[in-house]
């Protein structure tokens, strides 16, 4: 069983940063794919961006540039670094893994966390 759980959400100004971090707990966690999402007021959830154990990163092009996804293994820890915030990214941010990174890729994590508010406004 894998437990995540977020940190780091608040309110921010447009074009400032924030940096979520989600902690990860339970066995061989740092062998699996390790995820961000989001999801908006009235809209789906959508995928952010992925790390594999590896260290391989991949990003949804409405973050590429602005956001990046890392992890320290040695403590089962992912991070999100997001710059240059803009209003359309206040959302919920949802952690997610699994055993297969593919299944963040395409919406079907084994493990969710219970998610972190980030607000971006004036």
């Known amino acids: 069983q894998v437990q995540l759980v977020e940190s780091g959400g608040g309110l921010v100004q447009p074009g400032g940063s924030l940096r979520l971090s989600c902690a990860a707990s339970g066995s061989a966690v740092s062998t699996y794919g390790m995820g961000w999402y989001r999801q908006a007021p009235g809209k789906q959830r959508e995928w952010v961006a992925t790390i594999t154990s590896g260290g391989r990163t991949n990003y949804a092009d409405s973050v590429k540039g602005r956001f990046t996804i890392s992890r320290d293994n040695a403590k089962n820890t992912v991070f999100l670094q997001m710059n240059s915030l803009k209003p359309e990214d206040t959302a919920v941010y949802y952690c997610?893994?699994?055993?297969?990174?593919?299944?963040?890729?395409?919406?079907?994590?084994?493990?969710w966390g219970q998610g972190t508010q980030v607000t971006v406004s004036s």
């Open positions: 997610a893994a699994d055993p297969q990174t593919r299944k963040l890729q395409i919406g079907s994590p084994g493990y």
